[in-house]
């Protein structure tokens, strides 16, 4: 089913700065690449938060009834120490330090993760390509920008020429950085720097003596460039210009601009249509750092042994957490925070709980399509989650009025009710159901026991506690409700 055709869906684009309809290069299909992990250390939470942001777009175009070719890269080789063209590849130090192959701190963190993202419910894309296996085709894209007069070659490493490049195209067009203001910042290199202007930026590197990461080439044997790494495979699998390019916020410059270029001059186009950016995950306002120690990785997070929250949280939570907040938008982890969402997150899978035990009407008294159409407009503008959950809560709303008789639904709406409820929430959002489905049983079975243990103090007259319990409970918002067949309970 064709739902792209029934939905307006629009993306911000990062080029334009402002949101696009989308319109796909081929119709029916799209093809999407993301910048991939550098598999160097254990994936950290912002980085799982920029692969859960792309999951969720790869997921609801999958819903809409594209095609989709996702794919995301893993960096084995090139990327050195602070994104420079200079220092040592971030991979080869790891393996220096530990004293291992290079290949056994890429296998080690590329299982990691993988783990992870499977922790987290994230689909596997479409294809998953690797720096090191692409080597040749790297060394063609260079030949052909060299051809191109674009780039230039000293001692054995060859450099693209951003100012010539910027006499005819717009370095920066990306960024919205002018050329001329970074040159007119930028100190006059020392004589040490082989490259022509310091806004230059390596395509292949010669390797020095002691780097282990090194392949044969036209010009030395060496490496290629971070930047065209990703450059080659996207076009490789996805064409001279594809749809979708995303990445975290961080790679808009110089990477992403710097893939711009790159593929300007060698493809005679621009790549992308739409550039899509995820932003920062902080930790208690600031940002995450391994070296200060304001950090936290998933599986501290899901065993409970860190310093920061005071319990274990599972996956499903964390996702509901970081789901809450749009992909654009700046989000702050904190126990007060993952924990008001797992409140929220135990809450909406309760209401689909309940929805096998609601009674049916004659007449639906609410207007459902309403509620299902605000649920793809959410979606439909430039994938608002916080929004998309938001309108699910409406629907708990109603589940809950419904229970109380307050509303009434027919036998055909409550299935339709159901099948939205569960391609929301499990399809597109990715909320894992057999673990939630344990934390509502629990839930159910703690507020039973409180009932209980309310009702002796009833039964004795101890009125204090009685309404201790059930006040208490509210502020929680759990509401009991006292009747001639008991007390029941419902979740507000």
Not at 91 to 102: H, V, Y
Request: glycine content about 6%; hydrophobic content about 35%; charged content about 25%.
């Amino acid at each position: 089913m064709n739902l792209y055709k029934e939905n307006s869906l629009k993306i911000y684009n990062s080029l334009s700065k402002e949101k696009e309809v989308f319109i796909p290069i081929n119709e029916g299909s799209v093809g999407m690449y993301v910048c991939g992990p550098t598999v160097y250390s254990n994936v950290h939470l912002g980085n799982v938060r920029t692969f859960m942001s792309f999951d969720l777009v790869f997921r609801y175009l999958k819903h809409l009834g594209f095609k989709v070719r996702y794919v995301r890269n893993i960096t084995d080789a090139g990327h050195l120490e602070n994104d420079a063209d200079e220092g040592e590849d971030r991979i080869a130090k790891k393996a220096r330090l530990e004293q291992i192959e290079p290949m056994e701190v890429v296998q080690r963190y590329t299982v990691d993760f993988h783990e992870v993202l499977k922790k987290f419910n994230n689909l596997p894309p479409s294809i998953e390509p690797t720096a090191t296996g692409h080597i040749v085709e790297q060394i063609e894209m260079i030949k052909d920008i060299l051809g191109k007069g674009m780039a230039y070659e000293v001692n054995g490493s060859v450099y693209f020429d951003v100012l010539k490049y910027n006499e005819t195209e717009q370095y920066g067009i990306l960024s919205g950085r002018n050329i001329e203001d970074s040159i007119h910042n930028t100190r006059v290199l020392d004589g040490q720097s082989e490259k022509k202007n310091p806004q230059d930026f390596a395509l292949w590197k010669k390797a020095s003596p002691e780097h282990i990461m090194r392949w044969p080439s036209p010009w030395s044997d060496g490496f290629p460039g971070w930047h065209l790494e990703c450059t080659a495979m996207s076009t490789k699998y996805l064409g001279e210009q594809f749809d979708i390019h995303g990445g975290g916020m961080d790679l808009k410059f110089p990477h992403h601009e710097c893939e711009i270029a790159q593929a300007n001059c060698s493809n005679g186009q621009n790549p992308v249509n739409y550039w899509m950016h995820a932003n920062m995950l902080t930790l208690n306002g600031q940002k995450m750092s391994k070296s200060t120690g304001n950090n936290i990785l998933p599986d501290e997070i899901f065993s409970g042994k860190n310093t920061i929250l005071g319990k274990p949280f599972s996956p499903s939570v964390t996702r509901f957490f970081m789901l809450q907040a749009h992909y654009r938008s700046n989000l702050d982890f904190s126990s007060l925070a993952i924990e008001a969402s797992e409140r929220g997150y135990q809450k909406l899978i309760h209401a689909i709980g309940m929805l096998h035990d609601l009674q049916v009407k004659d007449v639906t008294s609410f207007d459902l399509e309403k509620w299902i159409q605000a649920c793809y407009d959410a979606m439909n503008d430039d994938f608002n989650s916080p929004v998309l959950i938001a309108c699910l809560f409406e629907g708990v709303k109603y589940v809950h009025l419904i229970n109380d008789k307050k509303e009434s639904i027919t036998k055909e709406d409550l299935e339709k009710l159901e099948s939205v409820f569960n391609i929301f929430v499990f399809d597109i959002l990715g909320l894992l159901e057999d673990s939630l489905e344990d934390n509502s049983e629990k839930l159910d079975g703690t507020v039973e026991l409180l009932i209980r243990l309310r009702k002796e103090a009833r039964d004795n007259k101890n009125w204090g506690l009685s309404d201790q319990i059930r006040d208490e409970l509210l502020d929680l918002g759990i509401q009991l409700k006292d009747g001639k067949e008991g007390t029941t309970f419902s979740i507000n």
